[in-house]
């Protein structure tokens, strides 16, 4: 096969480049404690889209941070027993999508899932940024915030801390069962899959990330691949941080959104699939926080393929879910 990054044995001892801040889990555990004080004020209502056979699906809102409010699709059962519980199963989507359609939801309800798909703030879903921030963007979401003089104006931190609200969305939930609570996500979902699970410590039990983004962004861009989904950091770089001296800091402060220094965190058990020829989000990017995980963990690795829909994945995901890889 063709190499487009490190020989396979080299990633699964690769560690990540870019720089961890010396605040990093303050930085997190002061955004832990906004989280913990926004009220939920969750809303739901009929949706109007879809009248399928066995399930019920609703559009579901929440306050997060920031003064945010954010929208989900939500199915069920239709036939739930009273006092049963059922697991909880959180979908992510790809970076500036949104959380698809409901019928895409019906096969994880049909095995008796609750589903809660999220669409992510200001992107191409319901929910909304309310955020105001300073500083400028020179294109795409990366960088929004960035250069604001709060850091806690950094755009994928407060889409990691709606993660974290989510899950309260979740526990709140008729028939909800709070020892059965799942995430799972692709690209930019498998990032927020990530962030997910380590934000929300032992709420999350299992977690499934496809070829996940919003990791070792220095080595992206030493690898000449910020460009795609990556482009704005390249472009910002550029543009507002030209010198060596301006460059180390830039990579240190975009270290608090990079998901390989959250992946220690994570207790849940790990299912990971990529592709060695992922020239969006190269294979070292992605080992640099799998490699962190320290809790159970497995990953299926495609040697030709790239960013795009892995074999199988979507059927072994189920198996996780259901009964885990032991059995």
Same mark, same amino acid.
Request: glycine share 8%; net charge neutral.
């Given at each position: 096969?063709?190499?487009?990054?490190?020989?396979?044995?080299? /990633?699964?001892?690769?560690?990540?480049?870019?720089?961890?801040?010396?605040?990093?889990?303050?930085?997190?555990?002061? #955004?832990?404690?906004?989280?913990?004080?926004?009220?939920?004020?969750?809303?739901?209502?009929?949706?109007?889209?879809?009248?399928?056979?066995?399930?019920?699906?609703?559009? /579901?809102? %929440?306050?997060?941070?920031?003064? =945010?409010?954010?929208?989900?699709?939500?199915?069920?059962?239709?036939?739930?027993?009273?006092?049963?519980?059922?697991?909880?199963?959180?979908? *992510?989507? $790809?970076?500036? $999508?949104?959380? $698809?359609? %409901?019928?895409?939801?019906?096969?994880?309800? #049909?095995?008796?899932?609750?589903?809660?798909?999220?669409?992510?703030?200001?992107?191409?879903?319901?929910? !909304?940024?309310?955020?105001?921030?300073?500083?400028?963007?020179?294109?795409?979401?990366?960088?929004?915030?960035?250069?604001? @003089?709060?850091?806690?104006?950094?755009? *994928?931190?407060?889409?990691?801390?709606?993660?974290?609200?989510?899950?309260?969305?979740?526990? =709140?939930?008729?028939?909800?069962? @709070?020892?059965?609570?799942?995430?799972?996500?692709?690209?930019?979902?498998?990032?927020?899959?990530?962030?997910?699970?380590?934000?929300?410590?032992?709420?999350?039990?299992?977690?499934?990330?496809?070829?996940?983004?919003?990791?070792?962004?220095?080595?992206?861009?030493?690898?000449?691949?910020?460009?795609?989904?990556?482009?704005?950091?390249? !472009?910002?770089?550029?543009?507002?941080?030209?010198?060596?001296?301006?460059?180390?800091?830039?990579?240190?402060?975009?270290?608090?959104?990079?998901?390989?220094?959250?992946?220690?965190?994570?207790?849940? !058990?790990?299912?990971?699939?990529? #592709?060695?020829?992922?020239?969006?989000? @190269? @294979?070292?990017?992605? %080992?640099?926080?799998?490699?962190?995980?320290? =809790?159970?963990? &497995?990953?299926?690795? %495609?040697?030709?393929?790239? &960013?795009?829909?892995?074999?199988?994945?979507?059927?072994?995901?189920?198996?996780?879910?259901?009964? #885990?890889?032991?059995?």
């Amino acid at each position: 096969m063709p190499i487009l990054d490190m020989p396979l044995e080299a /990633l699964y001892k690769y560690e990540g480049r870019n720089p961890k801040p010396a605040d990093f889990d303050a930085y997190w555990e002061k #955004g832990l404690k906004e989280v913990a004080v926004t009220p939920l004020k969750m809303q739901t209502a009929k949706a109007q889209k879809i009248e399928p056979r066995n399930a019920e699906c609703y559009d /579901l809102y %929440f306050n997060s941070v920031k003064n =945010s409010r954010i929208h989900c699709w939500y199915t069920r059962p239709s036939a739930v027993k009273r006092g049963e519980k059922l697991p909880v199963l959180l979908i *992510f989507h $790809g970076y500036s $999508g949104h959380a $698809g359609p %409901f019928v895409d939801k019906l096969a994880w309800t #049909g095995q008796g899932y609750i589903v809660l798909a999220m669409d992510c703030r200001g992107q191409g879903g319901h929910s !909304e940024d309310r955020n105001p921030v300073a500083g400028r963007t020179h294109g795409g979401l990366i960088m929004r915030g960035f250069d604001d @003089p709060d850091p806690s104006n950094m755009y *994928f931190r407060n889409v990691f801390l709606d993660t974290v609200q989510l899950v309260k969305a979740a526990k =709140s939930l008729p028939n909800a069962d @709070p020892d059965r609570i799942y995430a799972r996500g692709g690209s930019q979902g498998g990032a927020l899959t990530v962030a997910c699970a380590a934000l929300n410590g032992g709420d999350i039990k299992k977690a499934s990330a496809q070829h996940p983004f919003l990791s070792d962004y220095k080595r992206v861009w030493e690898m000449d691949l910020a460009r795609d989904a990556y482009h704005d950091v390249r !472009e910002h770089l550029r543009f507002y941080y030209p010198t060596y001296e301006k460059q180390a800091a830039f990579w240190e402060k975009i270290g608090y959104i990079d998901i390989q220094h959250l992946a220690p965190r994570i207790t849940a !058990e790990i299912y990971w699939a990529t #592709g060695l020829m992922d020239n969006i989000c @190269p @294979p070292s990017s992605q %080992f640099a926080a799998y490699n962190k995980i320290a =809790s159970k963990k &497995h990953m299926d690795i %495609f040697p030709d393929f790239g &960013h795009e829909g892995l074999p199988d994945v979507a059927d072994k995901e189920a198996t996780f879910f259901n009964v #885990g890889f032991d059995r």
